[in-house]
Each structure stands twice: as C-alpha cells, then as structure tokens.
C-alpha cells in the first residue's frame, strides 16, 4: 500500500510538472505496476491505461509503463527527463 501511495504522488508530480509545458509539448510519464512479488494488484495497470488515454486526449505525449522491469522504468524516466530538457 505505502509503494502504491508514493507511485501515486509520483505519478501527480509528474503530471503537474508537465502542466507548466507550452501546450503543444506536454509530456506525462504513466506507470501502473500491478505485479510484484509479495503478490498482485488488480486496478493499478486498468489505473494507468485510464490515465495514459486521457493524456492523450488531451495532447500530452504518454510515455506508459504498464507492469515494468527496472530496466524499463529507469529507459521510461530517461525518456522523460530528455524530453522535459528539451522543453525548458
């Protein structure tokens, strides 16, 4: 629950710091784990899907990890912080 809860405020961070882009260069960054290994959560990838797709229509560019390794979270972050860089 505590790691759902920091993912959480992660993820509304994320998004908030991606409303102070010019609108035609927002970026989000959606993660939903659902899989882990003490056990599974149902909601947190249909969670992070919901999220994506409303970003989308709202003219964010999504990058979704949807029940990712470390190593796909860590090119996913990556990808973001680029892509915030080259926004400022």
Same mark, same amino acid.
């Given at each position: 629950?505590? @790691?759902?809860?920091?993912?959480? +405020?992660?993820? +509304?961070? +994320?998004? +908030?710091?991606?409303?102070? =882009?010019?609108?035609?260069?927002?970026?989000? #960054?959606?993660?939903? !784990?659902?899989?882990?290994?003490?056990?599974?959560?149902?909601?947190?990838?249909?969670?992070?899907?919901?999220?994506?797709?409303?970003? @989308?229509? =709202?003219?964010? @560019?999504?990058?979704?990890?949807?029940?990712? !390794? #470390?190593?796909?979270?860590?090119?996913?972050?990556?990808?973001? @912080?680029?892509?915030?860089? #080259?926004?400022?």
């Amino acid at each position: 629950m505590k @790691k759902l809860f920091i993912l959480s +405020l992660t993820l +509304l961070g +994320l998004f +908030l710091n991606s409303l102070f =882009l010019n609108a035609e260069n927002r970026v989000a #960054l959606v993660i939903g !784990n659902s899989n882990y290994s003490k056990g599974y959560l149902s909601n947190p990838q249909n969670d992070a899907a919901a999220i994506a797709e409303k970003l @989308k229509k =709202l003219n964010f @560019k999504v990058i979704p990890v949807i029940n990712g !390794n #470390l190593r796909s979270m860590n090119n996913a972050i990556s990808s973001f @912080k680029e892509l915030i860089e #080259l926004n400022v």
